[in-house]
């Protein structure tokens, strides 16, 4: 396959023609890619290669099976009509995982991002031999031969090894439903003719509403995941070569009160010990009575009906659960800040679970930052917005992050 550069040719080539031929190939396969149909003519000019060297590499890339030519254009000027260029979409494949509380869940798209089909697994026990039986059974169900298969990205909504992907632990997954912690090398073995990436599912979020933001979207962008756990993630600019970069972020395990209750993860008093759904549905269980039926596990059932009855009574502004809210929001902001002022956030992003709650929740913490806070950021504000999780989206980022990998021009 023409488009992927292994360490050993960058090691062995340096800056050889080989090298510079792979890195205009990928240059013009990504351009295809973000702007399709494209003619050769529009590449050359976008790019500056010459008409002959575009023409050269893009016949490589047909006869490779990569792009496709889909038949004429509008041309402005007299003269033959240029010849439209596309991506192959059945070229390749990516698989996403998404790893939960007894079970999990894959997704399958191609390379122009279309979704081809998932298959969610729940089961109380299951190892990374189940998860690839399951990939297999979806490349077969859409007959499509293991080969295609050129990426996999597992979205883990915990701690991991960055050098070697092993997983190491999850607040919010039972330590006997999770995953063997290998799952990665497993994969790798299994498939090895794709590559295999892990995120955690808050620094996929973060990106996930950086991409819907678009040419609009603030950075330093802070986003935050608050459901059974709390999870987060930074896009930053990278001033020197005009890119932005998303870093996972453990927002969920900053300390805001020493005296608080203990964390799975061996601290006391975590922002996620305190501002956690449960930790949320409890406090209005125990000073508002509300009897709510709730459990701590990722993905319980149960926690989106208490949820919405949290969402009433707030709505209602009933007297003996708004303390609770106001409490609640407090605590959230004393975290909130911490990173604001740390890494100089422009926006906050909120989602999972609590943007249930709505725009005059949005409003409270927006409030609160302003009478009890001070903010050390560059423009001394913050913009807040809350932002409802959808799992397709998510799924969709992780793919794109593997598709970026992927191409990347090296």
């Known amino acids: 396959m023409m488009l992927f550069i292994s360490d050993g040719e960058r090691i062995h080539y340096g800056f050889s023609q080989k090298l510079i031929k792979n890195s205009n190939s990928t240059l013009l396969f990504n351009l295809i890619r973000k702007e399709m149909p494209i003619s050769r003519a529009a590449l050359a000019k976008k790019t500056r290669l010459s008409p002959t060297t575009v023409s050269i590499l893009i016949d490589e890339m047909i006869q490779n099976k990569w792009i496709c030519e889909t038949g004429p254009g509008e041309n402005s000027d007299r003269g033959r009509k240029p010849i439209l260029l596309e991506v192959n979409a059945s070229r390749g494949y990516v698989i996403t995982i998404e790893i939960y509380s007894g079970g999990y869940k894959c997704t399958l798209y191609d390379i122009c991002l279309k979704k081809i089909g998932d298959i969610g697994v729940r089961m109380a026990t299951y190892n990374s031999r189940d998860i690839c039986s399951t990939i297999s059974e979806l490349l077969e169900a859409k007959h499509i031969v293991h080969d295609r298969l050129i990426g996999i990205h597992v979205i883990f909504p915990g701690l991991f090894d960055a050098e070697t992907g092993k997983l190491r632990f999850s607040v919010v997954i039972p330590f006997d439903e999770m995953v063997d912690t290998n799952v990665v090398e497993v994969l790798k073995e299994q498939f090895a003719k794709a590559i295999v990436m892990i995120s955690n599912n808050g620094g996929v979020i973060a990106f996930s509403e950086f991409i819907a933001e678009g040419d609009n979207a603030g ?192």
């Open 219 to 410: 950075v330093p962008l802070l986003s935050v995941n608050i459901d059974e756990g709390i999870s987060g993630g930074m896009v930053l600019n990278d001033a020197r070569n005009n890119t932005k970069i998303c870093l996972p972020l453990e927002i969920g395990h900053i300390i805001v009160d020493n005296d608080g209750p203990p964390c799975k993860c061996g601290n006391r008093g975590c922002l996620e010990t305190l501002c956690s759904t449960p930790a949320l549905f409890h406090a209005l269980n125990e000073r508002a009575g509300l009897g709510l039926k709730f459990r701590e596990t990722f993905g319980a059932e149960c926690n989106h009906a208490a949820m919405e009855i949290a969402a009433s009574h707030f709505r209602a502004k009933d007297p003996k659960a708004m303390p609770v809210f106001q409490d609640y929001v407090y605590k959230l902001c004393c975290g909130l800040v911490s990173v604001v002022n740390l890494c100089n956030i422009k926006c906050i992003h909120i989602g999972g679970s609590i943007s249930k709650l709505g725009s005059d929740f949005a409003d409270l913490i927006r409030q609160t930052l302003r009478e009890h806070f001070v903010m050390l950021n560059a423009s001394l504000d913050i913009s807040l917005e809350l932002f409802s999780n959808d799992n397709e989206r998510i799924c969709r980022t992780a793919a794109i992050m593997t598709m970026d990998e992927l191409f990347k021009n090296s």
